[in-house]
């Protein structure tokens, strides 16, 4: 993410959700709820809000920080999306943006 701004963090959120929902088929009644973490260096807006933004209103949603990990990728926002479906955890498109394709090499050495 370029900078800790609230329009930054509020279109990065959209723009991640909105892939999850595009690339995977989700249909929003079908998302329990949603938890977001930023990196420490974000902090100027809940990323829920862009949940909020996008009509989500009986969606359960909640905030939290990453661990502030050494050398670990800066201002980096991650959306973990818990949906309702009948597809196999092979089936599940997981979406990396701005740089963050990295993360999930780095998940799967851990």
């Known amino acids: 993410m370029p900078e800790n701004t609230r329009g930054a963090i509020i279109a990065a ?5 909105q892939g999850m929902v595009e690339t995977n088929g989700v249909e929003i ?3 329990a709820c949603v938890l977001f973490t930023t990196t420490p260096d974000l902090n100027a807006v809940f990323p829920a809000a862009a949940a909020r933004e996008l009509g989500w209103t009986q969606v359960a949603l909640l ?3 990453e661990m502030d990990v050494p050398g670990s990728l800066s201002r980096c926002l991650r959306v973990l999306l818990l949906v309702n479906t009948e597809k196999s955890n092979e ?3 997981h979406v990396y943006l701005r740089g963050a394709e990295g993360l999930r090499a780095e ?4």
């Open 13 to 17: 959120s959209k723009e991640l959700l």
């Open 29 to 31: 009644g079908d998302v």
């Open 63 to 65: 905030c939290g920080h």
């Open 91 to 93: 089936e599940i498109v």
């Open 107 to 110: 998940a799967d050495k851990a």
